[in-house]
């Protein structure tokens, strides 16, 4: 959960963001995504190389599978812009930096980053701290889940054209939902204007993983738990495609850990590769 005190994000949100930094720290170019800003917003002292979760050996695996994902999210998003469309949803955004990282293509859009609202308080102090600041084309959309809130409602009161095509990303988020919440998600989704595209990541059943990850994985599950941010949901792929089908998508497909590791990670020198067991569902209408 985000902190009550400061409004920071939650420790999910945090991690994410100091493992897209590690990547630049400990692997071996070329990069699949340079990202320092996220760990310049969250600020989290000189010592964060000695975190208990940046261990070089044990994180492997896990930063491969966030650097892999968003650069496939940022290469959709590029592919997107490049055809037209003109709005980009980031559902649970935390601390996403495309916006940032990428503005000569991010200004061509209406970004969208939707979250709750005490975070989005703190990452625009943040971004005004450290001189970006949130230009038109930003819109921080604030939501009270707890409270009931409408992410939708928020978002189309944010601006959000829906009758427009858009790129809706949600990543890392589903692990952390009920599947009816999930579910009704999709099916929102699915609403969208035709030429619309999903992208959203989803976690494989412990028994799906491979056998010297599963380990890790547990590890994993138990860290979440303690820290107030559970594992809920877990879906096999042909599972997740169709709900996709059943929430009314029309075309559906599976993009797996092997193909992010054949697309990213062919070649390496120093043999990076994800098999976290998060995977992705690209669906459109």
């Known amino acids: ?12 949100a945090v991690r994410t963001a100091l493992w897209r930094a590690l990547h630049i720290r400990l692997d071996a170019p070329p990069y699949v995504l340079e990202d320092e800003i996220g760990l310049r917003l969250a600020d989290p002292g000189e010592d964060w190389l000695r975190r208990g979760d940046m261990d070089p050996t044990l994180t492997e695996w896990f930063r491969a599978a966030i650097v892999a994902r968003a650069r496939f999210i940022e290469d959709l998003v590029v592919e997107q812009a490049d055809r037209g469309v003109g709005q980009y949803v980031i559902l649970g955004a935390g601390l996403d930096t495309f916006a940032q990282r990428r503005p000569e293509i991010a200004s061509r859009l209406r970004v969208f980053e939707v979250d709750r609202p005490e975070p989005q308080v703190w990452k625009r102090r943040r971004l005004d701290e450290l001189g970006f600041g949130v230009p038109d084309w930003l819109r921080l959309v604030p939501v009270d889940f707890e409270a009931g809130g409408s992410w939708w409602d928020r978002l189309t009161a944010a601006g959000f054209d829906a009758e427009q095509p858009a790129v809706v990303v949600s990543t890392g988020v589903a692990l952390y939902l009920s599947r009816e919440a999930n579910e009704a998600t999709l099916r929102r989704l699915a609403e969208l204007a035709p030429g619309s595209t999903l992208a959203m990541t989803f976690q494989l059943p412990p028994q799906l993983l491979d056998p010297d990850k599963r380990a890790g994985f547990e590890v994993a599950v138990r860290g979440a738990r303690e820290s107030g941010t559970p ?9 997740m495609l169709a709900l996709a089908r059943e929430a009314g998508f029309p075309q559906a497909r599976h993009v797996s850990a092997a193909d992010l590791n054949d697309r990213y990670f062919t070649d390496r020198p120093d043999g990076l590769r994800t098999s976290s067991g998060e995977e992705l569902l690209v669906a459109t209408t």
């Open 1 to 12: 959960m985000a902190d009550q005190r400061t409004g920071a994000p939650d420790s999910t």
């Open 231 to 239: 594992f809920v949901s877990f879906f096999a792929p042909e599972e």
